[in-house]
């Protein structure tokens, strides 16, 4: 492999790497208007921005640590420099794994508990097979994700919606159960739990909930029809929601009708072939260049 | 297929549990096995044990509470349906207090939106004009 740098400067790579995909690389990709038409790819890419922002974050810090072996009798001061690098890249890893068991335990019982209440309170109702009806004033449909999911529809959203309306939203809605969109967004919102503001951490977990939305807005324009899912969304989109509720920043009804029924294009595939492209590029090259070497040399050193 | 039949099934067992509730609510007062299912066989056809096993089900979710009256178990729903609704409700339309405001739902349109009726009118209207161009 040809050494294009000192393998001494890979601590100092690592941390640039770490602070641009964890700073300018995220608020580039969150302005960006592409993703709505390429919202898989881009969900990707915003994965695999993260995943290797938090590689080289960790990678650096112990890069750090490990250069100790470097020197041939280090003093007591560049010892306790080197195990507090250490340290304290073991407690950003313990931070995020701890925020990550919390909130997957807070929402899982959340979940079983709803999950437990619909079913003693909803009735089915033949225009919207598969689904629970809540009686409520308020128009509002969701699903309640997990291994054994459930669709919810209000009976005042049943009134409002014609029937090829009701078969977008649950469409919409069975694309979110069927993929597991909730496990994607939990692993950012784990993530800007655990920093949540000293990282773009916002920005991502709100552009990843913006995209799963595009997605199965896509999965029922393809099963159920644009224009039906369009009406669904104007419909339901001035439904009084009480204040509280989260999901500022994420992507607005109007944006999402106005992403409907665009056909897909070559240049669709271009560009999304070029998006996955780079989230691969994005984990593997900084691993192959950066961190291998690294890895390699410490194993001579030590040897 | 297989995953459609299971479907099937729980669905017809969450169904089932779902009347049984409502039976029970409905009678207020500790009700047997056999209460249940003669209120419940007036609208459908459902075997004694099936009842029983619905019950036992609801009594380990701790949805009804099991007393024992000499030879026969009496049960009552050990949720009051309006706090239950009142609490469904709290997390269906996203008013859970607390610090943790995370979503547990996934929901079609997620935030009361700050789009004006008009734009969404005009934006409809325009896909609607693509859809028939096709």
Redesign the interface.
């Known amino acids: 492999m040809i050494e294009a740098f000192p393998v001494t400067a890979t601590p100092a790579l690592l941390t640039g790497l770490a602070l641009v995909l964890a700073g300018p690389a995220p608020a580039w990709l969150a302005r960006a208007e592409w993703p709505s038409r390429v919202p898989r790819a881009a969900l990707v890419l915003w994965q695999a921005m993260t995943l290797a922002a938090l590689l080289s974050a960790l990678g650096a810090g112990l890069s750090v640590a490990t250069l100790i072996s470097f020197y041939e009798r280090p003093g007591i001061v560049l010892l306790a420099l080197h195990i507090s690098a250490f340290a304290f890249t073991v407690l950003v890893l313990a931070r995020l794994l701890w925020s990550a068991h919390v909130?997957g335990t807070?929402?899982r019982a959340?979940?079983r508990r709803?999950r437990?209440?619909?079913?003693?309170?909803?009735?089915?109702d033949g225009r919207a097979p598969?689904a629970r009806i809540?009686d409520?004033p308020?128009a509002?449909?969701?699903?309640?994700?997990g291994v054994?999911s459930r669709l919810?529809v209000?009976s005042s959203a049943l009134d409002t919606l014609s029937d090829d309306e009701i078969q977008a939203?649950l469409e919409?809605?069975r694309a979110?159960?069927r993929a597991r969109?909730?496990l994607v967004l939990e692993g950012f919102?784990a993530l800007h739990n655990a920093f949540p503001t000293l990282v773009r951490s916002r920005a991502a977990r709100d552009a990843a909930?913006g995209l799963?939305?595009m997605l199965a807005d896509d999965a029922a324009q393809r099963r159920a029809?644009?224009?039906p899912l369009?009406?669904?969304?104007?419909r339901?989109?001035?439904?009084?929601?009480?204040a509280?509720?989260?999901?500022?920043g994420?992507v607005?009804?109007?944006t999402r009708?106005?992403r409907?029924?665009e056909p897909r294009t070559i240049a669709h595939h271009g560009l999304a072939s070029s998006v996955y492209a780079a989230a691969i590029a994005i984990v593997v090259i900084p691993t192959v260049s950066v961190a291998m070497p690294w890895l390699v040399h410490l194993s001579h050193q030590l040897s | 297929m297989l995953r459609d039949m299971r479907d099937g099934r729980r669905t017809q067992l969450g169904e089932l549990e779902r009347a049984v509730m409502e039976q029970l609510w409905a009678l207020a007062r500790p009700a047997t096995v056999r209460d249940v299912h003669q209120a419940l066989s007036q609208t459908r056809e459902i075997a004694y044990t099936t009842v029983m096993t619905v019950l036992d089900r609801l009594a380990k979710k701790g949805s009804v509470e099991q007393s024992r009256d000499g030879r026969a178990y009496l049960y009552r729903p050990a949720v009051d349906r309006d706090e239950l609704t009142a609490e469904l409700m709290h997390e269906a339309l996203g008013t859970v207090d607390g610090d943790d405001r995370t979503s547990a739902l996934v929901r079609f349109v997620d935030t009361a939106s700050a789009d004006d009726t008009a734009a969404l009118r005009a934006a409809l209207a325009e896909l609607e004009r693509r859809e028939q161009a096709q």
């Open positions: 909130l807070n929402l959340r979940r709803h437990q209440l619909v079913d003693l309170v909803g009735r089915s598969g809540l409520a308020e509002f449909a969701y699903c309640v994700p054994s919810v209000s939203v919409h809605e979110h159960a969109h909730d919102t909930a799963v939305e029809g644009a224009v369009g009406r669904a969304l104007v339901l989109a001035h439904a009084p929601v009480p509280g509720t989260i999901g500022t994420h607005t009804p109007l009708i106005q409907l029924g």
